[in-house]
């Protein structure tokens, strides 16, 4: 590998050429070795120029109105001359092979806008790796000069652990009235939220969405506060009327502050880095560990006699570590 | 090894001879590798007598009670003929070398019974060391002709993820008005409770109690139901008083009776020995590749090097990975 192959991909993003930094995360996404390996080196250039941006997660379900909401909230912090970039993390496009979240159709005004950057799922591979696809896109970004980067995932369980790992501040988009099956939020999820949002009180549905409010209110309280002096606060708003939105921007500066002030967000950040970095060396043991061939021969058979409870987990775990060794 | 060697320890246990149930369970905590393989043997053919009890996960902050709510609960069990056995899991045992959980003399009726046993925390090795002993003791027992296994842990977090993985029933107890900080429960916690039961709802505490689970009745019922069919309910109790036992046992066994019509108890227990299995290859991976010399000359160097945001976790754990497969 030539520098002189990945320079053109390091100073276009670093100039925040909005086709380079396409081509840069299509790289980062690619499951080709020689893209890989081009994506690292390109990475480890980019790095130094990451960490200044405003790392947001958010979740709901689908109907609590995502879509509506990023587009409101996007279109309101470019009026406030910053630069956003939405991505997502969408474990069903593993399933599907496409996806459906961060589809430029659902953002309609702020996917024509020249200071926002909206870019879907990576398709194919396994959470874990559609998640730190998303996560390195993140960071370029970041160094094309976005200083709001918005993750967003649907709230079906894993993936909000993986998107919250990966940001500074979690947001879970509710409605209310819907009931708590409806809602479809999974359990530990809530437990991840800096902020509770009741989306859709406009019209007639106020009323449902304070006494949605109170309710969040009092299950998040009865839980531990995340790190010491924040409380995760819950609000009411309209997407549709942009109606609380300004508020929720100001509850993530207010929290950013604070992060900031006591250094949680530099050691949150270091941590997080860290933890990635052993994320990805566990995945890549287990994975050769599935790909050994003597492994892949008795597996089967192995997990079938521990499920039948004629083998100890210890004892198959210890028979299949001893055919991975001797390979 | 000759099967003359382990015999004596099979029979023993099958018979149940408690002296025998001891020496089992201490050869599963001892951390020789000649034990060790004794302990996997004897395992084996205890495996088919196992599965019949009711296992029970306990939790709660010092101070909820939990000594003398699972004193009343275990002689309420014995009086109905059931035989228990007491187990612990305690994170701290790995600091302190001792242990502070199941400890005989905190159980001051149960500790004397014939038809109870009571083993404190295998001290020393990481939680994960530690709950996967008690998983096996707790076998052991089963195959010892005990009914009812309650494993007791304190509620700091991980150990209770690691103590719910193991049991078919997970309660947890708190008490009314100590205030949410005060409870120490961590985040995440609450989700997993089959049963929230508020004690010490006797003299002048019973509305605060009331309070209380009118509380958790709303915390708990935001988020989805642990499997079709069974919302946790919140109950109160005095342990002291004994009342409130036998309506909290009541659920156990309805929740029994559920699980296993729907074929849930079967499915649940074969995954949860898959994930044993899986858990104990994952972390015997990361162990070995922890402790190869090449990994190790670097890995300090590398954790800085990707904190202080100069390599990304992408290229540190490919770098480390080399190392380690170098070797």
Known sequence: MMPGDIQPYIDGVLNGNRRMLSKTITLIESTHADHQKKARLIMDQLLP?????????????????????IDALGMMLLEMG?????LAVDPSSVVTGGSVLADKTRMKKLSIEENAFIRPSPSGGKLGGVASKTRESMLVCEAAGFDVIIVETVGAGQSEVAVASMVDFFLILMI????????GIKKGVLELADVVAINKADGDNINRAKLAQQQYEMALHISAPSFSGWRPPVVTCSARESKGIKEIWNIVTDHRTI????G??????RQQSLDWMWYLIKESLTESFNSD?????SLT???????DGLTSPISAAEKLLTYHNIN
Chains 1, 2 share one sequence.
């Open 49 to 69: 120029h990451t960490g200044k941006a405003i790392r947001m997660g958010i979740t709901g379900v689908p109907g609590a109105g995502k879509s509506t909401f």
């Open 82 to 86: 910053h630069k956003v970039a939405v």
């Open 176 to 183: 209310a009235g819907a009931g708590d099956e409806l809602q």
């Open 259 to 262: 992060l900031a002030a006591t």
């Open 264 to 269: 949680e967000l530099d050691m949150k950040r």
């Open 293 to 297: 061939p003597q492994v892949k021969n």
């Open 301 to 307: 058979k192995i997990k079938r006699e521990v499920m």
